[in-house]
């Protein structure tokens, strides 16, 4: 299985409501340095089944959205992944 459909498998794993960071991502598939590829592969991602919206920066910033960062917040709340401190809520992982 290639480093991408790495990728692509642990984003379809985040569950509505929550928020992966890029490095949390790219540790999930294998590659613990690799945050910048993984915002690569998920910019290049035109398949709207994969929920990229949920990957965020590790400081909280939302990213890019393929060109769309405002649609990503919108997404994000409309989830409810807005947790009441203003900070977006962050899958746990083992």
Known sequence: MSFRERVIGTVRKIPRGATASYKQVAEAAGSPGAYRAVGTILRENSDRSVPCHRV?????????YNGMKGRKEILLRKEGALLPDGTWKKIKRK
């Open 56 to 64: 965020i920066h590790s400081d909280g910033s939302l990213g890019g």
